[in-house]
């Protein structure tokens, strides 16, 4: 007799939690990861790291909370689902704690073993001493005989002295601290004093699972544990490491990494961690061990990580902390005795963190008071490390969930106040000088190198001096170097110009994704093999041009703070900005980005222009100039009879198409109180043209231009073209240029308005490059004599963003310059 089982279904009336495990565990995943990403986004506003959001969204949803209503605790997470829920978030522990050792390069470390260890030792030491007396008194009051104090003390010594080296590490990332001084004796002593406490924590689960009951404690058996662990991690670092070296050389010559060696990579860390598991350890051991093994070589470290960091962090992470929230019980600190008891344990870790690293960096390391107090601060992190090895003595019965909570309390308070307090102690105006050396030191590469302290003071970039020009160009993708690689070689090749230095300053944007950590702690080999400032790099020693190139990582909020500190280390008096770097620092559009109108308010570009007055900043759209796009013939996207009046319009004669023709228009404002901007953008344009007609440049290219002048008054019809031997006469400014020689028609126009119709009316073919003075943008009325229509309304802004096909520079002339700039500088 057979029977039949009825599928499971909501349209059945079926609870859809309870139709099978998977659904449930599905339920309680998307519980989980959304919880701990809503608090993330709150947390982000004040500097705190995901691990506070996911330990908190664990305890929400745990026993402290909503656990604590039964409906809730029966459905959601029944006691019945909790293994396989736990089974789940340790594989995903596994793959954790892989990335962790796979951040870490035992070559570094060894390097730096010299004045990082003293600040290690004392870190460990003094905690680890200090936690033994807070163990005595907490093994009284909150444990049990059954529990060898021996377990007991190492587990809450081993949790005091530890320091998260992941957390740690991207804050030194956000700070911008990790190539400095600090940050490396911080990020080096951190590395050492995980991987003792990790050693220490080997013997305490060896000690632990072979004395599962009773006071006395048998040695031997964690002993022999030990050494086995010992020697697995030699065979690891001098028979398997040597391998995968040579299947990494195998396949680097392919950007991307061979299937077979992502696979003996995923075959050989489930099997270290199954060995680990197996000798009495726990698993997570080998998943580090075998992580902390891997090359760095060719970039293998942080692309392997970048395969898998996002699943891990997204939704295996969180599961684990939510496991570890749902085990936290702050309802058991209900008294103030216990509240009192975690105030004991927070000061006594602060305390024995912060005096020892303290003291042993100005000792040891003559470092100065306040250096010596941040890496104290820093070396405070817990995180999420200290909450791994709660949770290891947690589930190994050592600790009570009483205690557990505690702790959880103590790690979350003191990876919280680390950024606040750091950026009290050590504030970014005292090291980012620094930081910006070595940024250049990093990425220098093969370019010919000047100091930027033995240049001269900031001279304007004037066609009748022989000051020195150095430009920095913000290079945020590849888009963007054709257009870059024009400008600068037309202006290394004039003779305005007599000395001319480019910046190449790779900007990249800061994620805080792991991978994007190892890239920053591996600067010279990320700069070398960034195929932007390689591409660039070759492009300025083809043409002889003088080059720096200079990567750093920021967040986009940082991009202008970011610039301004690149611009001040180089001494650049020149600063091209493309849109990229605006788009990306503000939600606003460019439209909005551009708009200058000398006030105090914080757009991006206002703040680098007023903080930066001594530089010609340009703001640079691109749209092909430099590429083999630029000289093709186009018809802009018009009506057909605006296509029909400009094809019977004759072609102007200064406007000959070559083999590589540039046809540019430069608008002025003619506003005497924006003059230097007008000033800046002639003589620009003039660098431009003076190099292409010399030749000098070897890109064969001929620059033709129409200039066009926004008249002082409004008459009632447009005036005819002027001829073209005309002068654009700057006479308020206080001198004049004669473009006649250039080919240039000087045309005068009477609206903002009405310079769109005249670009597109002039030429038989699409300009390429637009250069506009911002004394232009200044106004904000739009052709008063015009009509009210929609379209005659449109700002010259808007135009240049959503209309014109051409590249475009617009040009912020330099003001005068302050004594804190040049003593900044």
């Known amino acids: 007799m057979s029977t039949t089982t009825t599928p499971t279904s909501i349209l059945n009336g079926d609870n859809p939690l309870l139709i099978s495990a998977l659904s449930l565990f599905l339920v309680q995943a998307v519980l989980v990861i959304g919880t701990s990403w809503i608090l993330s986004f709150g947390l982000r506003y004040i500097r705190q790291p995901q691990v506070i959001s996911e330990v908190l969204g664990g305890i929400i949803l745990g026993g402290s909370a909503l656990c604590k209503i039964s409906s809730f605790k029966t459905n959601v997470f029944p006691d019945s689902s909790l293994p396989a829920f736990k089974l789940v978030a340790n594989f995903g522990l596994v793959l954790y704690l892989f990335l962790i050792g796979l951040e870490l390069d035992p070559v570094k470390i060894i390097k730096s073993v010299g004045r990082a260890v003293p600040i290690a030792a004392t870190g460990i030491i003094l905690p680890f001493s200090l936690g033994v007396g807070i163990a005595k008194y907490l093994y009284h009051d909150y444990s049990t005989p059954d529990i060898p104090f021996v377990s007991f003390f190492l587990f809450v010594g081993v949790a005091m002295s530890i320091t998260a080296f992941p957390v740690l590490a991207r804050i030194l990332t956000e700070k911008k601290l990790l190539h400095t001084r600090v940050g490396q004796a911080a990020i080096s002593a951190a590395a050492i004093d995980d991987i003792t406490a990790w050693t220490l924590l080997v013997l305490v ?53 061979s299937r077979v060696l992502l696979v003996t990579v995923f075959l050989g860390l489930l099997i270290s961690a199954w060995f680990m598991e197996v000798v009495g350890v726990n698993g997570i051991f080998g998943a580090f061990l075998f992580g902390a093994i891997m090359p760095h070589d060719h970039g293998f470290a942080w692309k392997l990580a970048s395969q898998m960091e996002d699943l891990v962090s997204i939704v295996f992470l969180p599961l684990y902390f939510a496991s570890s929230g749902l085990s936290t019980r702050l309802d058991l600190l209900n008294d103030g005795k216990a509240w009192g008891t975690v105030i004991l344990i927070i000061t006594t870790a602060c305390t024995g963190k912060f005096l020892g690293c303290t003291i042993s960096s100005k000792i040891v390391l003559k470092h100065s008071w306040r250096e010596s107090a941040a890496i104290g601060v820093l070396m405070n992190t817990k995180g999420l490390v200290e909450l791994i090895v709660l949770n290891l ?322 008459p009632d019809t447009l005036p005819p073209a002027a001829s073209s031997s005309a002068t654009v006469n700057v006479n308020s400014f206080g001198w004049e240029y004669d473009l006649a020689t250039l080919g240039v028609e000087a045309i005068t126009v009477d609206a903002v308005s009405e310079i769109s119709n005249l670009v597109n009316l002039k030429t038989s073919f699409a300009t390429d490059l637009v250069v506009v003075s911002e004394s232009v943008l200044a106004g904000e009325e739009i052709g008063p004599n015009l009509t009210n229509d929609s379209s005659s309304r449109k700002t010259l802004r808007n135009w240049l963003e959503e209309t014109c096909v051409a590249s475009v520079a617009v040009v912020n002339g330099k003001r005068a310059v302050p004594t804190e700039f040049i003593s900044s500088t």
Request: proline content about 5%; aromatic content about 8%.
């Open 393 to 714: 003595g947690l589930s190994a019965g050592v600790i009570s969930p009483t205690v557990f909570s505690m702790f959880v309390v103590e790690a979350l308070v003191t990876t919280c106040m680390t950024s606040p307090i750091i950026s009290v102690v050590y504030p970014e105006r005292m090291y980012i000088d620094a930081v910006m050396k070595k940024t250049d030191d990093d990425n220098s590469g093969d370019s010919p190198q000047t100091e930027p302290a033995a240049l001269a003071e900031p001279t304007d970039l004037v066609p009748e001096s022989s000051g020195d020009v150095r430009a920095l160009v913000c290079l945020t993708s590849m888009e963007i170097v054709p257009s870059m690689m024009t400008l600068t070689t037309l202006l290394a090749s004039t003779e305005t110009i007599s000395s001319f230095i480019v910046y190449a300053f790779r900007l990249t944007r800061l994620d805080f994704r792991q991978s994007t950590r190892m890239q920053i702690s591996e600067q010279k080999s990320t700069s070398q093999h960034d195929p932007v400032l390689t591409v660039f790099r070759s492009f300025t020693n083809l043409h002889n041009v003088p080059a720096h190139s200079m990567l750093t990582f920021s967040e986009a909020a940082d991009y202008p703070d970011t610039i301004i500190s690149a611009v001040r280390y180089a001494h650049a008096n020149l600063l091209i900005l493309p849109h990229t770097v605006l788009e990306a620092s503000t939600d606003h559009s460019i439209l909005q980005q551009f708009e200058f109108t000398r006030s105090d308010t914080e757009s991006t570009v206002q703040k680098i222009i007023h903080t930066l007055p001594g530089t010609t900043v340009i703001q640079f759209i691109e749209r092909g100039f430099g590429s083999s796009a630029a000289g093709t013939t186009y018809l802009h996207e018009t009506t057909t009879a605006t296509k029909q009046q400009i094809i019977k319009k004759p072609s102007n004669s200064a406007l000959k198409v070559l083999r590589n023709p540039v046809a540019a228009v430069l608008v002025l404002g003619g506003d005497k109180k924006h003059s230097a901007d007008d000033v800046a953008a002639v003589k620009f344009i003039w660098a431009l043209i003076d190099s292409a007609r010399n030749q000098r440049s070897q890109m064969d290219i001929e620059i033709t231009l129409v200039v066009y002048k926004i008249a002082n008054g409004i």
């Open 205 to 257: 689960i060896a000690i632990v699972n072979n004395n599962k009951s009773g006071t006395s404690v048998n040695y031997v058996i964690p002993v022999y544990v030990f050494l086995t662990v010992i020697a697995y991690g030699l065979l690891m670092w001098f028979i398997v490491r040597p391998g995968i070296t040579k299947l990494i050389q195998f396949s680097a010559t392919s950007d991307k990494m």
